[in-house]
């Protein structure tokens, strides 16, 4: 049987002291067939569950056994609904923490009732987007994650249209709130961004997990492939004293002030990016605020906008 049931019905057995094979099925929503093979292994398995026939007969725990499930701490059971429980969590979380919360010992029950309470989550941005809405295939990866199959997937890198490609999802990591899929595929492990994936089918094929795999490892690793293109390109110049506070939440970690102000005011800075041509663009809505001294690329590129610019609007 699978995990997920075997706990679903050690917390039902539980909750509800005894119960019937009907019952279970409606609870887990499967055959009764299949509910009434789950009890018998757990019975197999060592659990303390057995049957009673006749009329108020059913299933429950030997001598009204309780199991705990959990073994957490007050504060442990209070982090984990402070985290997993905001009001706008999905339907099938909030029932599973109704569930979570029947399971804990008495005294735990009113902190974690009171955690799921304590927060709110807004998932949408400051221009009113959906921040969930591009990551519709999520659900899709997570469950191919979960049962070890492979998937076709579509996906569309920036600019280009969308390709099919067969791929072995090991697991889903998030980065500064951005979800990716890490998986394995015939140039080794790659790391997908979610936004991007436009359509999943599960192949039916199992997935082959490399030796050793560990997901955080694999994750780091790809990590550092992706950062290091973030600072494949340094451009060095000098910004107008003031300009530094634009400048740091354009670039947070990747900008460098280059000593004091001169005596002209201006600041020597070093900003780094995956390309001359990036950040050329990225510079160019501060004008006259920030003068690029090198590369000459990127100063090019600032002269061809410039030029661009000025062909659409006029000069000043």
Same mark, same amino acid.
Do not use: N
């Given at each position: 049987?699978?995990?997920?049931?075997?706990?679903?019905?050690?917390?039902?057995?539980?909750?509800?002291?005894?119960?019937?094979?009907?019952?279970?099925?409606?609870?887990?929503?499967?055959?009764?067939?299949?509910?009434?093979?789950? +009890?018998?292994?757990?019975?197999?398995?060592?659990?303390? %569950? @057995?049957?009673?026939?006749?009329?108020?007969?059913?299933?429950?725990? %030997?001598?009204?056994?309780?199991?705990?499930?959990?073994?957490?701490?007050?504060?442990?059971?209070?982090?984990?609904?402070?985290?997993?429980?905001?009001?706008?969590?999905? *339907?099938?979380?909030?029932?599973?923490?109704?569930?979570?919360?029947?399971?804990? =010992?008495?005294?735990?029950? *009113?902190?974690?009732?009171?955690?799921?309470?304590?927060?709110?989550?807004?998932?949408?941005?400051?221009?009113?987007?959906?921040?969930?809405?591009?990551?519709?295939?999520?659900?899709?990866?997570?469950?191919?994650?979960?049962?070890?199959? &492979?998937?076709?997937?579509?996906?569309?890198? *920036?600019?280009?249209?969308?390709?099919?490609?067969?791929?072995? *999802?090991?697991?889903?990591?998030?980065?500064?709130?951005?979800?990716?899929?890490?998986?394995?595929?015939?140039?080794?492990?790659?790391?997908?961004?979610?936004?991007?994936?436009?359509? %999943?089918?599960?192949?039916?094929? =199992?997935?082959?997990? =490399?030796?050793?795999?560990?997901?955080?490892?694999?994750?780091?690793?790809?990590?550092?492939?992706?950062?290091?293109?973030? @600072?494949? %390109?340094?451009?060095?110049?000098?910004?107008?004293?003031?300009?530094?506070?634009?400048? &740091?939440?354009?670039?947070?970690?990747? +900008?460098?002030?280059?000593?004091?102000?001169?005596?002209?005011?201006?600041?020597?800075?070093?900003?780094?990016?995956?390309?001359?041509?990036?950040?050329?663009? &990225?510079?160019?809505?501060?004008?006259?605020?920030?003068?690029?001294?090198?590369?000459?690329?990127?100063?090019?590129?600032?002269?061809?906008?410039?030029?661009?610019?000025?062909?659409?609007?006029?000069?000043?």
């Amino acid at each position: 049987m699978r995990a997920d049931r075997l706990v679903a019905l050690l917390l039902f057995l539980q909750v509800r002291g005894r119960v019937t094979v009907a019952q279970v099925a409606a609870e887990l929503d499967v055959a009764e067939r299949t509910a009434r093979r789950d +009890l018998e292994a757990l019975a197999a398995a060592g659990i303390p %569950v @057995y049957s009673q026939r006749g009329r108020g007969g059913g299933w429950s725990l %030997v001598g009204g056994a309780r199991t705990d499930l959990t073994g957490l701490t007050a504060d442990e059971s209070r982090a984990l609904f402070l985290l997993a429980g905001p009001s706008s969590a999905s *339907p099938e979380l909030r029932t599973a923490l109704r569930k979570l919360v029947r399971a804990l =010992p008495t005294p735990l029950r *009113p902190g974690a009732e009171a955690a799921v309470r304590a927060g709110v989550a807004d998932a949408t941005d400051w221009s009113r987007t959906a921040v969930t809405a591009d990551e519709p295939q999520l659900g899709a990866l997570q469950r191919a994650v979960v049962d070890g199959v &492979q998937v076709r997937m579509g996906y569309a890198k *920036p600019g280009r249209p969308a390709g099919e490609r067969t791929v072995h *999802p090991l697991g889903i990591a998030s980065k500064a709130g951005v979800s990716y899929l890490v998986a394995g595929t015939e140039s080794g492990l790659r790391a997908f961004r979610l936004s991007r994936v436009t359509s %999943v089918a599960a192949t039916g094929e =199992p997935v082959v997990r =490399p030796d050793g795999f560990d997901l955080a490892t694999a994750w780091r690793s790809l990590a550092a492939v992706m950062e290091d293109r973030m @600072y494949a %390109v340094t451009v060095r110049g000098r910004a107008e004293a003031g300009a530094e506070g634009v400048l &740091q939440r354009l670039f947070g970690a990747r +900008l460098r002030i280059i000593g004091p102000a001169v005596a002209d005011g201006w600041l020597g800075i070093e900003v780094d990016g995956p390309s001359a041509e990036v950040l050329a663009a &990225q510079l160019a809505g501060l004008g006259s605020r920030v003068e690029i001294l090198e590369p000459a690329a990127a100063r090019a590129r600032l002269a061809e906008l410039a030029s661009e610019l000025a062909a659409v609007y006029g000069p000043p």
